[in-house]
């Protein structure tokens, strides 16, 4: 399941630490703008403590999680929509991903130059935000007229080119479309193709100072910035402190900062959150992996993520939850004890689920 999350937010933000430490890559972080051109690409293994835990109880030869796609973008400035800075090659980036990380810059250094669209983080997040409605604006009043004369021809069409109207005006009041879960799910059903971008789920991700980290009462006022959006608190500068460190020493640093696991890890499990992805599991001697589906996916769509012809030959799914499985010792433990079950093709994949899929060859 190829889904991308585009990295975003203004020049001088963090974006490329953050990218290099969730990949573990070297891409150019510099303090200067657009150290970032064309956009790097990261594959990023999902956490799930649960991988390893199976993998002993199985003797599993290989381990294989699941995993996020993250994109870093080049950073946006001020009139980006009017083409400034790489206006449309930003934008154009954008619109390919399947939703967007906004890295807001909350944290102050003298070393770090912050950029002329740069003020404080409700600026930041204005300036980006206004970008995207206005490129959108654009993209809507490119397709109306067409809709429009569609629809004076066509009376059926005419209930579309009133909701692509109230789409506009949405964005002409500067507000994104996410903010409208009606007109959001009418852009869904028959706009999907425009590729608006504030269409897409975004998560806020801000950028703090490492004393930060434990500040409560300044990550809620962040937090309201954005809300009801979803937000997570990181320091870039720590997380880049944190590579190549082994186990023990990273956890006596994070624990210093009162912090049980890098922050990344929250990043990349918000963001396969955002996309309404989740896990399920399959574990054996050959391999222990997580695989990926859609939040809502029933037994036989996840027995298709493995291969199609197990969705067109589906005929059950043996399933025994995480919890159950560990309590009990052995699958064929959980066995004796009733924890293992069959469900059908109606079934709906929950996130504990450790499944053997049953299908006709």
């Not at 995993?67 to 946006?76: E, Q, R, S």
């Not at 589906?293 to 043996?318: L, N, W, Y």
């Amino acid at each position: 399941m190829a889904l991308e999350i585009g990295i975003v937010g203004l020049p001088n933000v963090g974006k490329s630490t953050l990218f290099n430490a969730l990949t573990d890559s070297n891409i150019l972080a510099a303090n200067y703008p657009f150290a970032t051109i064309e956009p790097n690409t990261g594959i990023v293994p999902v956490p799930d403590e649960r991988l390893g835990k199976l993998a002993d109880m199985y003797h599993s030869q290989k381990v294989i999680p699941a995993t996020v796609t993250f994109v870093d973008i080049a950073g946006l400035v001020e009139g980006a929509s009017k083409g400034e800075g790489l206006g449309n090659q930003f934008l154009s980036h954008i619109r390919s991903c399947n939703a967007i990380v906004q890295v807001v810059r909350a944290f102050e250094s003298g070393d770090v130059l912050r950029s002329d669209s740069s003020k404080d983080p409700e600026h930041d997040i204005d300036v980006i935000l206004t970008e995207l409605v206005l490129a959108d604006l654009q993209t809507v009043d490119n397709r109306l007229p067409r809709f429009a004369k569609e629809a004076r021809a066509n009376p059926k069409m005419k209930p579309l080119a009133d909701d692509l109207q109230k789409i506009k005006d949405v964005f002409e009041a500067g507000n994104p479309l996410w903010k409208d879960a009606a007109l959001l799910e009418a852009y869904h059903e028959h706009f999907s193709d425009l590729q608006l971008m504030t269409a897409k789920p975004i998560l806020y991700l801000f950028n703090l100072d490492e004393d930060d980290l434990g500040n409560t009462e300044k990550q809620a006022e962040l937090q309201k910035l954005v809300a009801p959006a979803p937000a997570v608190f990181v320091s870039a500068k720590l997380e880049d402190e944190l590579r190549g460190l082994d186990e023990p020493d990273r956890d006596e640093m994070l624990a210093s900062y009162g912090q049980k696991e890098p922050g990344l890890h929250k990043v990349i499990k918000a963001a396969y959150d955002l996309l309404g992805l989740q896990s399920y599991l399959t574990a054996g001697e050959k391999e222990v992996r997580a695989w990926t589906v859609r939040k809502g996916s029933t037994a036989p769509q996840a027995a298709g993520v493995i291969h199609s012809d197990f969705e067109k030959g589906f005929i059950a799914a043996q399933i025994v939850d995480y919890d159950d499985l560990m309590a009990a010792g052995s699958e064929s433990a959980a066995r004796s004890q009733g924890k293992l079950r069959t469900e059908g093709k109606t079934y709906i994949m929950q996130p504990g689920d450790v499944v053997e899929f049953r299908f006709n060859n």
